[in-house]
């Protein structure tokens, strides 16, 4: 990996996916969540802050990148349900069938290369 890739991608797809616009549709969008949670991609945990605990029991979060999970890691430590980081790609989920209740994607697809 570059310096580009470990230091300087991870934290522009932060801020730009952090952006107040981006931040009003999380809002709307992940407290809808329920049960266990599967979240594709991750990030840098910009989501963990919506899930409503009362709602939540734990947050798998999917993501490739260590740099994005180390970010999320931070959020996630200060949550009231727990959050485990799986640092696989969406075509390697390591879960048992039926072991999720939702499934949460949000601003990934983007980042997703073509292959």
């Given at each position: 990996m570059?310096?580009?890739t470990s230091y300087v991608l991870p934290r522009v797809v932060h801020f730009t996916c952090g952006l107040k616009p981006n931040?009003?549709?999380?809002e709307k969008v992940v407290p809808s969540a329920r049960g266990r949670v599967l979240e594709i991609g991750i990030g840098s945990g910009l989501n963990l802050p919506y899930y409503d605990s009362a709602k939540v029991s734990k947050v798998w979060g999917l993501d490739?990148?260590?740099e994005m999970t180390q970010m999320a890691k931070r959020t996630a430590g200060s949550l009231p349900f727990e959050v485990e980081f799986i640092g696989l790609p969406g075509d390697e989920i390591p879960l048992e069938d039926n072991s999720v209740d939702t499934v949460v994607v949000t601003y990934t697809l983007c980042t997703i290369?073509?292959?």
């Open positions: 570059g310096l580009y931040m009003r549709q999380r490739p990148s260590p290369p073509d292959t």
